[in-house]
């Protein structure tokens, strides 16, 4: 059995294949080639401290496996990240355990890849000239998608706010310094973050108070809000407030995810439309342009399958490589 350690995995993720894997596994929850298998919550009682268990199969003969993560998270971490997760991959004809993959950056990378892919197909003018793109939350999971949508599209100015300010002030200076570019501006004012941004990224551990105003938002806007929204925590929250949703059409990455997770949006009022992969496979129609876009982000095992058996690939090509 193979272990693939953090630091072998930065080694071997690209955006380029983080995207593709990642879109193939949107694609594939719509058109039948991926397990439909609902992920199950385990909480330490009476504490916000969960596991997550996320079960998959994908069938693809570039991005296919099978695979199960394990995510535990505790969002009152204050020195360390709120998730640890780990992927163990198959053998799919003996069904041995093949490799266990760290999994931590695989979750950071192709959850803001799976918002990048929904950003492509939801919101087509992203490749327009002239856009705002506002990043809320700049922890592991802010921070990947800061990398992902620069190296991605061509936003004019990339907006970051933190509730803790110093953490936004360095990562801009970390990207501004490591692209060579003066894009990422620190906002310490929500609204003026949010205000004329075409596209939104919310990425935090969802507070009691939504993070986000619908009176904030431009015409059209595009949100991929990623923080989690747990079947069974208790006290669950969302990082949009309930106008958002009443006026949005909402897209998800799952059907059987979305209602089981999800249910409270369409008591918002929320118009919930497809799944990502419908819009990408051409079976509905994306928005109009004129209506707020929510991508209400899940994430998928399928996703995960997809990343393991890319990396595992890469890697074993790598070991091969260095044997000859
Ligand atoms: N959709 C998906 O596929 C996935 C979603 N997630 C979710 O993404 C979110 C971020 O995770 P990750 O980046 O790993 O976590 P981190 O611990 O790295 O960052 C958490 C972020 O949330 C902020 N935050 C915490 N509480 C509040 C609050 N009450 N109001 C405003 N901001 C707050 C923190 O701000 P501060 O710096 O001030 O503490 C920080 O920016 C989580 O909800 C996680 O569950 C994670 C993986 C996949
Ligand atoms: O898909 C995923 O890995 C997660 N979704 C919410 C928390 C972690």
């Known amino acids: 059995m193979i272990f693939i350690s953090e630091a072998e995995i930065a080694s071997l993720l690209t955006w380029e294949g983080t995207l593709k894997a990642t879109e193939a596994a949107l694609k594939a929850a719509s058109n039948g080639t991926s397990a439909k298998t609902q992920r199950l919550y385990t909480q330490i009682l009476n504490t916000p401290k969960w596991m997550i268990t996320m079960p998959g199969y994908l069938e693809d003969s570039k991005y296919g496996g099978w695979a199960c993560k394990t995510l535990t998270g505790n969002p009152q971490n204050v020195n360390g990240p709120t998730l640890n997760a780990n992927i163990m991959l198959f053998d799919e004809r003996s069904g041995a355990l093949k490799t266990v993959l760290s999994g931590t950056e695989i979750t950071n990378w192709r959850t803001a890849a799976a918002s990048a892919v929904a950003t492509k197909y939801l919101h087509s003018r992203v490749s327009n000239p002239e856009k705002v793109l506002s990043i809320f939350g700049c922890g592991e999971i802010g921070r990947a998608h800061a990398h992902c949508f620069y190296n991605s599209f061509e936003f004019i100015e990339i907006r970051l706010w933190n509730r803790t300010l110093q953490k936004a002030q360095k990562l801009a200076s970390e990207l501004n310094e490591k ?14 973050c949010a205000r004329d941004a075409d596209v939104i990224i919310t990425a935090t551990s969802p507070g009691k108070v939504p993070l986000i105003k619908y009176e904030w938002l431009k015409e059209g806007v595009h949100i991929n809000a990623t923080g989690v929204v747990g079947s069974s925590l208790s006290d669950k929250t969302f990082e949009l407030d309930r106008e958002i949703y009443k006026h949005s059409e909402v897209y998800v990455d799952n059907w059987p995810g979305a209602n089981a997770e999800l249910g409270e949006l369409t008591g918002f009022g929320a118009n919930m439309k497809a799944e990502v992969g419908e819009v990408i496979l051409g079976k509905i129609a994306g928005p109009d342009g ?18 393991a058996r890319l990396i595992y690939d890469l890697y074993m090509k790598k070991q091969q490589k260095n044997t000859h």
Request: with cysteine; glycine share 4%.
């Open 179 to 192: 692209y060579n570019t003066t894009k990422f501006r620190v906002f310490e004012n929500k609204e003026a």
């Open 290 to 307: 004129k209506q707020i876009s929510v991508f209400q982000s899940l994430g998928m095992a399928s996703e995960d399958c997809a990343m």
